[in-house]
């Protein structure tokens, strides 16, 4: 019974990583050096007028920075 077990969990896991492993091919790789053309781009998600921390991402190979030019607090 154990190895009948044993060996499903097996031939279940090579198949789940196969079938990861091929829907990755088939994925543009974009990386630093080779950024997401400027007409497949997300649009920004400014975190504006607020001041928070949000999980944000960008598209590969560019960078998003927001900063205050001048502010203002009591």
Same mark, same amino acid.
Request: with cysteine; proline share 5%; net charge negative.
């Given at each position: 019974?154990?190895?009948?077990y044993?060996f499903?969990?097996?031939?279940?896991?090579?198949?789940l990583?196969?079938?990861t492993c091929?829907?990755?091919?088939?994925?543009?790789k974009?990386?630093?050096?080779?950024?997401?053309?400027?007409?497949q781009?997300?649009e920004?998600?400014? $975190?504006r007028? $607020?001041v928070?921390?949000s999980?944000?991402?960008v $598209?590969?190979g560019?960078?998003?920075?927001?900063? $205050?030019a001048v502010r203002?607090?009591?």
């Amino acid at each position: 019974m154990t190895h009948h077990y044993s060996f499903s969990i097996l031939v279940l896991s090579a198949f789940l990583i196969s079938f990861t492993c091929s829907a990755q091919e088939h994925t543009k790789k974009y990386t630093l050096f080779n950024p997401v053309p400027k007409s497949q781009m997300r649009e920004m998600e400014t $975190d504006r007028p $607020d001041v928070t921390e949000s999980p944000y991402t960008v $598209d590969a190979g560019h960078i998003q920075y927001e900063t $205050d030019a001048v502010r203002f607090t009591r």
